[in-house]
């Protein structure tokens, strides 16, 4: 069967790229536009793992069609970070030891991202919330959803503890 | 491997054979790990499948529009409690209201609402159906659904809670939609839907007919809330015993129905 070629945007940078039909859009990403920053868990929607944001909102990119990626604005974990220095997120989780094994990480700061962007000042509820369809099996997530109010946080100027 | 039809308009997507893709939670677990099942996938693109429109009090929900956009709508404010209970954020922006309706138990927690709310099924070729029909036959029927029909409730009439055993979020022990008619706290009518007490969405007449002309309080309900279980019939899974979901639903129908949630 032919493939199918899908051009979207990936972290700012115009991406084309040749697919299976029925290709999903983590696999896509991984293999064949070279992002590994999304992870694959569970390919079933319960862990995570692969959440990206497209059009600026939280999907699993697992349960994704990557044909149906065509045209879309995709951020992942990969283009957090564009320079040398790390994205407020990402500082807040290495201070805050918010990432042990850190395979739920890249998921858990796209979905943490999606709630910032939206939300620059959430309570602990809607961090909890916002991280609700992402699975952690080390952190016991209070550390997490500390980082990610400390994030908020430091964006905002404001001193945490 | 799994083909991907893209169907540009859905007069013509009510011809076409294969799976719907709505926000395919559900259908791409299955393209994932048996993609056998799923030879084509139908994919619409027409922009009609994701939009909700108005005329006079009718509500057209597109079958693609996500919970997330059930959520933004402001003309929606009653399904937003249902539409937030599906799933973490990243399901809400994907799942939809079409592949909410054909979800499999423990799931169709949105269904609930739009049973208990009456909604009729449009179907990609114009029929329209019942939802109660529909769910009756969901498992046998073939088409593509392009929208369900609703009429806005009065205030406060539309009341949703879902039972769940992990917080914050989880899976349904079970989901009740309730639709109360009425004047303070004297019922004239109520039609009352369960999820995840058999094999599709359901309504017990049972409890409305027990709810007609009662007043909502402890006494009131009482009737109601012994009678649901005589309609349901729930199964035994990982979450919950099918002796215990009958167990508890009389308590949490009494809670739904008093605001005691
Ligand atoms: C982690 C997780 C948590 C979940 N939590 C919940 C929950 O709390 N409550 C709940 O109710 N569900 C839940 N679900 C199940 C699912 O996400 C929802 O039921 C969702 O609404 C299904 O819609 P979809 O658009 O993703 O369906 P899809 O996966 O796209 O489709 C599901 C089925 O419906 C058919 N279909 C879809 N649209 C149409 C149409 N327009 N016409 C004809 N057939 C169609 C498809 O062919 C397929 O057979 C969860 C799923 C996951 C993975
Ligand atoms: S890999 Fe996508 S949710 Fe687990
Ligand atoms: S840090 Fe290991 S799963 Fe979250």
Redesign the pocket.
């Known amino acids: 069967m032919p493939k199918t070629p899908v051009t979207f945007t990936l972290n700012g940078a115009e991406t084309g790229i040749f697919v299976d039909p029925g290709l999903n859009l983590l696999e896509a990403l991984r293999r064949e536009a070279g992002d590994l920053s999304p992870k694959f868990g569970c390919g079933?929607?319960?862990c995570g793992a692969c959440t990206i944001l497209i059009n600026g909102e939280p999907h699993l990119s697992c349960l994704t069609l990557a044909v149906a990626a065509q045209d879309a604005d995709i951020s992942t974990t990969g283009g957090l970070a564009p320079g040398a220095d790390l994205h407020p997120l990402q500082q807040a989780f290495a201070d805050g030891f918010a990432a042990q094994c850190g395979f739920c990480t890249s998921g858990m700061l796209m979905a943490a991202k999606a709630l910032l962007d939206r939300n620059p000042r959430p309570t602990r509820d809607e961090v909890v919330e916002a991280i609700s369809?992402n699975l952690c099996r080390c952190t016991g997530y209070d550390p997490i959803v500390d980082a990610i109010l400390d994030a908020a946080a430091r964006v905002q100027g404001r001193v945490t503890a | 491997m799994t083909e991907v039809q893209t169907i540009e308009q859905l007069g013509a997507a009510a011809q076409a054979q294969g799976?719907?893709?709505?926000?395919?939670?559900?259908?791409?677990r299955q393209v994932n790990y048996t993609p056998h099942q799923v030879p084509n996938i139908l994919r619409i693109t027409d922009p009609a499948f994701r939009q909700i429109t108005r005329a006079g009090r009718q509500i057209s929900i597109g079958?693609?529009v996500s919970m997330a956009q059930i959520i933004a709508s402001s003309d929606l404010d009653f399904l937003a409690p249902a539409a937030r209970?599906?799933?973490g954020p990243a399901?809400r922006s994907?799942?939809?209201v079409?592949?909410?309706l054909?979800?499999p138990h423990p799931?169709?927690?949105?269904a609930v609402a739009l049973l208990a709310l009456g909604a009729q099924v449009q179907w990609a070729d114009g029929r329209t159906e019942d939802i109660e029909a529909f769910l009756a036959s969901r498992e046998t029927s073939k088409?593509?659904?392009a929208a369900v029909l609703i009429e806005p409730p009065q205030m406060d009439a539309l009341r949703f809670g879902k039972v769940t055993r992990t917080k914050p979020k989880g899976?349904?022990v079970m989901s009740i939609a309730v639709l109360i008619t009425g004047v303070g706290r004297s019922v004239q009518q109520a039609r009352v839907a369960f999820g995840a007490m058999g094999p599709a969405p359901m309504r017990s007449k049972a409890a409305e007919h027990a709810l007609a002309g009662a007043t909502l309080d402890a006494t009131g309900v009482a009737a109601a809330c012994a009678a649901c279980v005589s309609d349901l019939a729930p199964v035994n899974d990982a979450l919950a015993s099918a002796w215990y979901r009958r167990e508890v639903a009389p308590i949490h129908l009494r809670r739904l129905l008093l605001g005691e949630n």
């Open positions: 079933q929607g319960t369809g | 799976h719907v893709l709505g926000g395919g939670t559900l259908l791409m079958a693609g209970a599906i799933g399901i994907m799942a939809t079409g592949g909410n054909f979800a799931y169709g927690d949105f088409g593509v659904v899976v349904s």
